[in-house]
């Protein structure tokens, strides 16, 4: 009846994950109760869960990552303890667990936490900048947002119910292959890719449609912002990539559940075609996280300096530079598996071939830098941090492009500093800036600069005491993915590490801190303006939180830098309008399609990862019936009326004049 599942699946000998798991579940009850009670449902299923409006979506994807954030950090620390005390011991986390660990964390925090961060990011601002009312397909986006969310759903679900990988984040075989991984680990690690991967090429199609199709008037591609490019840049990267993960994924579950041998040893299976496909995918993947990381530093740098962004058009290049050739460089995670010195060559010169269009970002942002009138907010001091850790981290990653390096170094703690140093220091450091840059528009007030100061000193130097001695460890032999160890010279680097990550975790805690005042002082930070930060590009046009049709008129678009251009041509046309010349606006209607696609394909995915077919059927035929019953809907769009349309933009305009008056001063 219920497939593989009974009570042996719930780890009642590991208080570890039982007790998280039950704190957990009574957060989540505690928190629907008071929700239930107080009232609140038919307002979040309204205004949130069925919301197909970007902004709503972009705000809950970064819910969703901030939260997973909490989980995957969590894990981070019980790893860093773990091999700060296992020094000619087992420390407190036994191999079977530990290496769970290293898995959950890692996929948490590609899949769960660097996407949606992103990709939420991308969600609100990109419609904004680009001066239109929506993205190209909303109820999509929302389909999207909640088959990522059922992703991260199964892969907790496995913390109580069951086990996770113990393979690493990207599962290869022959380890993840039946034999050898015989329980339901590699299944949730694998069925919630599948799903969240659906999610995120689903999104990664709408966002490169946006970009595409729906641009404002006079919006053409080289006015676009920064953000924008490489927001094009990553979901060309989504849309090409995401299809090899799900191929590569769909085969190595054809291997475990119909006896296929695509990746086995033996019938004719070949492993080496896995790491192949999975770093064809792989690859693009790391880039597909920092390329929007560096279109929040391109917008938050030239706003904080006053000045327009250095060589845009090279910019431009660079970031299309980058789409392509990172796709060409995949076999460097496998230099030592005997590819052959030729083939290692051509990989490695393409590896470092990034480092040009790279540095031409740098050098772009220190230029608009130079000579600039620089604030050092909050988001500012993210980018200033960013350029520092990620040079470094750049940096190591060209030393591991060389071969023969990469022969010493490959799969060592010096690949674990590297990687963290680019993805802390590149994606994390990115979305804070663009979490603190764009907050003031999600939500109409800012956040508290002491605390957001104090949570970037912390994260910034706990990261360096962190990561720092994970380079001595590597240089000194030690091997990544070590749940304990003999070796005398490596303790030490690894109790500075600990330490690190205490740090860290203040600045963590900072973070929490600034959300909490800046909630409670909502009043005193609000923004009427709607640009707070003297801003250059469309999103500061509109009030904050901007309306739902984002802007009454379609700005009209003359140049670079949009807004700044209209602030001090003091033209304000496209909000200061006092002739009558509203029009109805017609916007998508909130659809609870995405909703109960992923309530069905989280049923589907848990009976696919237990065996429990009559569940697998009955899922699969919700989520269809979902898909029917939402296409054949009459009315997908509602009127908001001229005369609303009017209120609205009056309403704002009114809070706005400081403003505009003020621009005319400029
Ligand atoms: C956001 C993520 C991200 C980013 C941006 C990068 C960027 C780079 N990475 Fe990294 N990498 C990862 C994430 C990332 N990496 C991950 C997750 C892994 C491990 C996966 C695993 O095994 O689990 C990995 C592993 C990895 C390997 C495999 C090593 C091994 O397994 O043994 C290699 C080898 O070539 C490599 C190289 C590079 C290079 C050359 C860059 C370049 O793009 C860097 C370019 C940047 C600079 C160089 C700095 C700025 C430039 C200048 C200031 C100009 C002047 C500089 C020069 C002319 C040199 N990376
Ligand atoms: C908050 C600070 C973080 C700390 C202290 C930390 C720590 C660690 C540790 C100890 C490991 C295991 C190293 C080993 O192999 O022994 C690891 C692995 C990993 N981390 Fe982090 N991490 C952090 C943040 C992140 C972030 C933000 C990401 C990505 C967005 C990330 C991605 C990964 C990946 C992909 C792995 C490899 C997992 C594997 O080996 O399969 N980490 N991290
Ligand atoms: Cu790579």
């Keep these: 009846m219920l497939g593989k599942l009974d009570w042996s699946a719930i780890p009642f000998d590991q208080p570890i994950p039982l007790v998280a798991g039950a704190v957990v579940l009574v957060a989540i009850l505690g928190v629907l109760f008071w929700v239930v009670v107080k009232g609140h449902l038919p307002y979040l299923w309204d205004e949130w869960i069925t919301s197909v409006d970007h902004k709503r979506i972009g705000v809950m994807y970064i819910l969703l990552a901030s939260v997973m954030l909490l989980r995957g950090g969590s894990d981070a620390i019980m790893m860093r303890i773990q091999q700060a005390v296992a020094y000619q011991s087992q420390g407190y986390l036994p191999p079977e667990h530990y290496n769970q660990i290293f898995s959950a964390h890692g996929t948490i925090m590609i899949f769960f936490v660097a996407m949606p961060f992103v990709i939420g990011l991308m969600n609100l601002v990109v419609p904004l900048q680009l001066g239109v009312r929506d993205v190209a397909f909303p109820t999509l986006n929302s389909v999207g947002f909640w088959l990522t969310a059922t992703g991260a759903l199964l892969v907790n679900i496995s913390l109580v119910v069951g086990e996770f990988a113990r393979t690493g984040w990207l599962a290869f075989p022959p380890l993840s292959g039946l034999s050898y991984s015989p329980g339901v680990g590699v299944d949730y690690y694998a069925w919630s890719l599948q799903i969240s991967g659906v999610g995120t090429l689903v999104a990664g199609i709408n966002l490169v449609t946006t970009v595409l199709k729906l641009r404002t008037k006079g919006m053409n591609y080289l006015r676009m912002p920064m953000f924008c490019w490489t927001t094009l840049a990553s979901n060309l990267l989504i849309v090409a990539a995401f299809p090899i993960l799900t191929a590569t994924l769909a085969m190595l579950l054809l291997d475990r559940y119909l006896g296929f041998h695509f990746f086995t040893n033996e019938a004719g299976g070949n492993v080496m075609m896995f790491m192949n ?114 040079i470094i981290g750049g940096l190591t990653g060209v030393l591991v492009a060389v071969p023969p390096a990469d022969f010493m170094l490959h799969n060592s703690m010096f690949l674990v500093a590297h990687f963290h140093n680019v993805i802390i220091g590149g994606v994390l450091f990115g979305a804070f800036a663009g979490f603190e840059y764009w907050f003031p528009k999600a939500f109409g007030f800012r956040l508290d600069e002491r605390w957001g100061k104090a949570a970037f000193w912390f994260t910034f130097t706990g990261f360096y005491v962190t990561f720092m001695p994970l380079y001595i460890a590597g240089m000194l032999g030690m091997t990544r993915r070590l749940q304990h160890y003999d070796v005398a010279a490596w303790r030490p680097w690894m109790i500075v590490a600990a330490f690190g990550m205490a740090v860290l975790s203040i600045g963590v805690i900072c973070q929490i801190m600034q959300l909490v005042v800046s909630i409670r002082n909502r009043e005193a930070l609000r923004d009427r303006t709607g640009d707070p930060w003297d801003g250059r590009s469309l999103e500061w046009a509109t009030s904050s939180p901007p309306p739902v049709f984002n802007f009454a008129f379609h700005p009209d678009v003359r140049g670079e830098d949009a807004y700044w251009d209209m602030k001090t041509r003091a033209q304000q046309q496209s909000f200061d309008h006092d002739v009558p010349g509203y029009q109805d606006i017609e916007m998508p ?22 065996h429990i077919w009559w569940m697998v059927i009955l899922g699969g035929i ?38 505009v008056s003020m621009a005319g001063a400029v």
């Design 277 to 390: 496909l999975i770093w064809a995918w792989g690859h693009p993947e790391v880039y597909i996280l920092v390329l929007p990381a560096f279109g929040i530093f391109s917008e938050v740098v030239s706003t904080f300096s006053g000045k327009a962004l250095f060589g845009y058009r090279s910019m431009v290049l660079a970031t299309m530079a980058i789409c392509v050739v990172s796709f060409m460089v995949w076999l460097h995670h496998f230099f030592t598996m005997g590819a052959g010195p030729d083939v290692n060559a051509i990989f490695g010169i393409a590896s470092m071939i990034i480092a040009i269009p790279t540095g031409v970002k740098i050098y772009n942002w220190l230029f608009t830098m130079y000579g600039g009138r620089i604030r050092f907010a909050t988001p500012m001091l993210w980018s200033v941090g960013f350029m520092v850790t990620f």
């Design 622 to 659: 919700g989520a269809f019936a979902t898909f029917v019953v939402f296409a054949w809907r009459d009315h997908d769009e509602y009127v908001i009326p001229a005369e609303e349309v009017a209120r609205i933009d009056r309403i704002n305009l009114e809070e706005r004049r400081s403003l």
């Design 589 to 610: 209607r909130n659809s609870p399609t995405g909703f109960i696609c992923a309530f069905f394909a989280s049923i589907m995915g848990f009976a696919l990862i237990w």
